[in-house]
């Protein structure tokens, strides 16, 4: 598997509470991607990366934002969670923009 | 925006049965690509196809991808327990290095 790690693996919290989750590669790949995943929807990309500082919105980007101020690593912030943002968050990398991607692990957010 | 749709949801074969699962895009594809995804695990990928009519093979499973790049398909033959889990299409959107993926279909292989 491609070095990438995500913290935390699981996470509960409450509506209205700030979260922030976290994707680290070691791969030194250029893109990184932050993806939710539900049942019925497959996986449905919020915000992707294709350098440092270099952001772009998916389909489903309202009420997330991302920052990647190091190649390395890329956040995903919610600033207000709602129950509707409960999921499964998938961050994935690739090398260039139209390659394999690479998936972490995943995070199970649980907001209450 | 671009849609892919990926039928069946879900399949129930008998191991050594064979199973397709099918792709449909919207508009025209620069590339698609196939990933599985065991229960819990994370997705995988597979195998990306580049140009019309492509046909690749790895082992049991076999890609196709349409002459308009507008589908694709993965034909797994003589299914094993092992193929357990979720395959998903992704169809590459521009050049933009967006993935948009297909509702995924879940298969279950009977011993």
């Known amino acids: 598997d491609a070095g990438i790690t995500q913290s935390p693996r699981h996470k509960v919290t409450e509506t209205g509470t700030p979260v922030t989750l976290r994707c680290h590669q070691t791969?030194?790949?250029?893109?990184m991607y932050w993806y939710r995943q539900d049942p019925g929807h497959g996986l449905r990309l919020i915000h992707y990366?294709?350098?440092?500082?270099?952001?772009d919105k998916g389909e489903v980007s309202d009420g997330y934002s991302v920052s990647r101020s190091k190649t390395e690593d890329f956040l995903l912030t919610l600033e207000s969670a709602t129950s509707s943002q409960t999921s499964v968050y998938f961050c994935?990398?690739?090398?260039?923009?139209?390659?394999?991607?690479?998936f972490g692990p995943g995070t199970r957010l649980t907001v209450l | 925006g671009q849609q892919v749709m990926q039928i069946p949801q879900y399949q129930h074969v008998q191991e050594g049965e064979d199973f397709t699962t099918y792709c449909n895009s919207s508009?025209?594809?620069?590339?698609i690509q196939w990933y599985k995804q065991r229960p819990g695990g994370h997705p995988v990928f597979l195998i990306q196809?580049?140009?019309?009519?492509e046909v690749k093979k790895q082992k049991r499973l076999t890609f196709q991808f349409g002459e308009a790049k507008k589908n694709s398909s993965l034909h797994i033959t003589a299914t094993q327990t092992t193929d357990v889990g979720t395959y998903f299409c992704?169809?590459?959107?521009?050049?933009?290095?967006?993935?948009?993926f297909g509702q995924g279909t879940t298969l279950q292989v009977k011993p």
């Open positions: 994935a990398i690739s090398e260039r923009g139209d390659n394999e991607q690479f």
């Open positions: 791969e030194n790949h250029r893109y």
């Open positions: 990366s294709y350098g440092v500082k270099d952001t």
């Open positions: 508009t025209t594809l620069s590339n």
């Open positions: 196809l580049v140009k019309s009519g």
């Open positions: 992704a169809g590459l959107e521009g050049n933009t290095g967006k993935l948009i």
